[in-house]
């Protein structure tokens, strides 16, 4: 499957990989590796975007997909933090919230049995998640 890049109004996700499904993960791994490829794309570094992709997901990623994601992270202001959302360590799939200074991004991440990522998928947040006890009227 080649890369994808999806518009729908202000909503845009771009996907480097295959459709998230189950496979494996080293602890505090998945975190680095999420903040690591993050931190590339958002400097437009192919090379350090990769480093850490298996050999099909890397042949998947073009030069036009990660500057257009790129230019999406941009316009979001300056990159933030990563914090992890969700994680399913048997089926070694994560989801992080990245934070940039005007909004945030869900960033999926999917490992397989090396450690090696297979799968990246990162999209617009509509609005920054606000938790159940911090709503008015909770």
Do not use: W
Not at 50 to 77: C, E, I, P
Not at 84 to 90: E, I, S
Request: with cysteine.
């Amino acid at each position: 499957m080649r890369s994808a890049v999806m518009a729908g109004g202000a909503a845009a996700s771009v996907v480097f990989g295959c459709a998230l499904t189950a496979c494996g993960s080293q602890g505090g791994e998945p975190a680095k590796l999420a903040d690591s490829i993050t931190h590339g794309i958002y400097s437009d570094d192919l090379d350090a975007t990769t480093a850490n992709f298996d050999d099909q997901l890397k042949g998947q990623v073009t030069r036009s997909d990660l500057g257009d994601l790129s230019d999406q992270m941009h316009a979001l202001g300056d990159y933030q933090s990563l914090a992890q959302r969700t994680a399913d360590p048997n089926a070694r799939k994560y989801q992080f919230d990245a934070t940039f200074a005007k909004g945030m991004m869900l960033v999926q991440l999917r490992l397989d049995a090396d450690g090696k990522v297979a799968a990246y998928r990162v999209e617009p947040e509509a609005f920054p998640r606000i938790s159940q006890a911090s709503r008015p009227g909770s």
